[in-house]
C-alpha cells in the first residue's frame, strides 16, 4: 500500500527483515548478502497506492521445517503495516517434505460414500448439552443423511460435558444410525486442547470410532494439527476450524490472504477440509474472498491433494442452491443452528 | 467501534458467538442461556464512536484449559470486525490452573547476578554466519558485559548453521567467557521448530547448558510455550519472541492489545520476557502501546510473576538512557545489530 517508491522499499525491507535481519551494509560478508537476502522478482501495481510483489527465498534460509517457512513467510513482518501475505509459491522440493492431506477431497468423498454433489455438514450446538442430549442430536442429524458430524468448536472438556462420555456416546450413535441407514455418515469430535491433553484425546477418539478430528490451529498451532495428521495411527481426516484466526485475514491490506491462510496453510498441515465464513452470514466477508479461498484450497500444489472448502457461519437452509452454485459440487455445506430450525419446524 | 446502539449489538454478539453459537431463541432450556453465555458487565464511550465493555465468562464454559481460555476470549469473535481484546481479567481460581512465569523478573535477576538496574540482550546475527563465527560473537557479547545472548530468531537448523553444532560451540563459548569475566551471561538458543524437534532441541539445549531457550509461541503455538515452561526437567528461562504475531496488534481497532497479547498472554504461558518492537526504531508502535505492554508484563494475576519487557527492533545504543527513561529499570534492552557497529568501530 502506497506509491511505487514506498513499495519498493517496503520489498527491499522484507527481503531484509525476513532473512538476515540485518543492516546489509554491516554484512560484511557479500556471499551472505548476496545469497540469503530475499531476492525480488516483480512488481505490479494493482491498484493506484497498491502494489502486488513476488520475492523469492532460498530453500536454504526457509528450510523444510514448517515453522521455519511460515517465519520466513510472514514471522517480523507481521509486525509492519500494509504488508499482506497474498500466496505461496513452494518448490516441488519444499512440498515434499509435507506429507499434506491424507484424504483430501476425493478419500473424503470415498470415506462417506458420496463421490459427487456437495456434502452435507452439522454442528452439534448449542454449548451446554450433555453427552446424551448431543448424542441424540448426532443420531438425529445422521437420520437425516449428513456426511459429517462435528462438536461445536466451543465444546472442549468442559463439566457439563465431558470429552470422553461426549465422544463415545455420540460416535455409538452416529454408528447406530449408520447400521439404520446403511450410510457412511463420521463423527468428528473437536479435540483442540493442550498439547498433551490434544494427543489423548485424539487417541481416545480413535479407539471410540470417530470418523474425523475438529482442530482449530489458531489454538493449537498449524504443526500440531500438521504431526495429528500424519499420524499414521490416528489416519483420520482432519477438519479445520478458523477460531482465533480471523485477524490474519479480516483487513484486506495487512495480514494473510484467505487463500493463503486458509486454502494453503491448512493443507501443508495436513488438513482435508477448511471451515470458514461464508457470505452474507454472521461474519464480514466478501464472495471474492470466498472464491479466492475457495481456490485456495485447490491450487496445484505438487502431491498435496485438493481439500474441501466448507462455508460456514450463520447458513441458512434454503441458501443450499446459491451455496453450491457459487462453490459447485466440490464444497461441504456447514449449516449449524438452522438444521435444528427446521428439524424443530417438522417435530 | 460504532455507535452506542452498535456497541451494544456487538457486545450481545460476543457473548452469544463465544459461547452457545447459537440463536438464543432456538435454545429452550433457559438454563443453559442464562448460565452459559458471556455477562455483559459494563459499556463506556472512551472516545467518540468507540465503547469498552467489560463482559464476563463462565468458569465452566471457558474452562481451566488454556486453549479453550483463548478460544472464549477470542476464537470466533477475531472473524469479527472492530472488536479489540484489550484485557483479561481471570480468577483466582483460573489463574491457579497455570504455573505462570518459572523466574519472572525477579528469577532472571538472579540467575544473571543483577539486582537492579535494567539488563542487557544481545543478537546472534546475521542469518548466514556458521556455528564458530557464532560462537566468536557470542564470545565476545559475554566479554563486554551482555546480561542475555540470545539466537537470532531466524537460526532455526539451516544447512549453513546447524542447531546442534551452534548451540555445543555458542554455550561453550559464553562458558568460556563466564569463567574469565565471573559473570554470569545466559546464552538463549531458539528453539523454534516443529514440535518433535521442538522438544528434542530443548533436551540438547538444556544438556549443552545453555541458559535460556528462545520460542516464537506465533510459530508453535502458545500451549507449546507453555509446556515447555512447565517442564521440571527443563527449568530454563524462556523469552518470547513476537514472529508472526504481528497481525493482532497493528490495528488499534482490532485484534488484540499489547497489553494482553504480549503482556498477560506470554505470562500464562510461562514466559520470563517478552520481545517486542520499541518505539522509533523498524516497526511501527507508539510510546503509548509500548507503555500498556509493559504494563500488561507486571499487572497482578494472583501468583503470576511480572516479566521482563524487552524492547527491541532497531534500536541504537544511544538512545539507552531514554529507554531506560522509558520504562524503568525493569526492563531488557535487546539491542541487535548495533552493538556489532559499535564493536567495529573499537576494533
Chains 1, 2 share one sequence.
Do not use: W
Not at 454449548?127 to 462435528?150: C, D, N, T, V, W
Not at 466451543?154 to 460435558?161: E, K, R
Not at 487417541?203 to 500424519?230: H, N, Y
Not at 472464491?291 to 441458501?319: Q, S, W, Y
Amino acid at each position: 500500500v502506497g506509491s511505487r517508491a514506498e513499495a519498493e522499499q517496503t520489498v527491499e525491507d522484507i527481503t531484509i527483515e525476513q532473512t538476515i535481519e540485518f543492516p546489509p551494509d554491516l554484512v560484511s560478508d557479500s556471499e551472505i548478502r548476496d545469497r540469503l537476502t530475499g531476492r525480488p522478482e516483480s512488481l505490479q501495481e494493482v491498484r493506484p497506492n497498491l502494489h502486488q510483489a513476488v520475492i523469492s527465498f532460498a530453500v536454504e534460509v526457509a528450510g523444510v521445517e514448517f515453522t521455519q517457512l511460515l517465519n520466513v513467510a510472514f514471522g517480523n513482518i507481521s509486525l509492519k503495516r500494509s504488508i499482506r501475505l497474498v500466496r505461496l509459491d513452494l518448490s516441488d522440493g519444499v512440498l515434499r517434505s509435507f506429507r499434506g492431506p491424507r484424504f483430501g477431497r476425493r478419500g473424503l468423498r470415498s470415506l462417506v460414500e458420496a463421490p459427487t454433489g456437495p456434502l452435507y455438514a452439522a454442528a452439534l450446538k448449542p454449548l451446554g448439552l450433555s453427552p446424551r442430549q448431543i448424542a441424540e442430536l448426532a443420531y438425529r442429524f445422521a437420520m437425516e443423511g449428513i456426511h459429517l458430524i462435528k462438536d461445536d468448536h466451543g465444546l472442549a472438556d468442559q463439566p457439563f460435558c465431558r470429552f470422553d462420555e461426549r465422544v463415545s456416546l455420540a460416535a455409538e450413535a452416529v454408528r447406530r444410525a449408520n447400521g439404520e441407514t446403511g450410510r457412511k455418515c463420521l463423527y468428528v469430535p473437536n479435540v483442540t486442547a493442550p498439547l498433551s491433553e490434544l494427543r489423548r484425546r485424539t487417541r481416545f477418539a480413535v479407539s471410540a470410532g470417530a470418523g474425523g478430528l475438529l482442530i482449530a490451529p489458531g489454538l493449537v498451532g498449524f504443526d500440531a494439527m500438521r504431526e495429528i495428521a500424519d499420524d499414521d495411527s490416528v489416519a483420520l481426516p482432519i477438519l479445520c476450524h478458523p477460531a482465533f484466526l480471523g485477524t490474519f485475514v479480516i483487513n484486506a491490506d495487512q495480514g494473510l490472504s484467505q487463500f493463503a491462510l486458509f486454502g494453503q496453510i491448512p493443507r501443508l498441515a495436513g488438513a482435508d477440509a477448511c471451515i470458514f465464513p461464508h457470505y452474507g452470514g454472521r461474519f464480514p466477508i466478501s464472495p471474492g474472498e470466498c472464491k479466492d479461498l475457495a481456490e485456495g484450497t485447490a491450487v496445484p500444489m505438487a502431491h498435496l491433494r485438493p481439500i474441501f472448502p466448507v462455508p460456514a457461519g450463520g447458513m441458512r437452509k434454503e441458501r443450499v442452491p446459491e451455496i453450491v452454485d457459487f462453490y459447485g459440487s466440490e464444497v461441504i455445506l456447514l449449516i449449524g443452528a438452522d438444521l435444528q430450525r427446521c428439524g424443530e419446524k417438522r417435530s
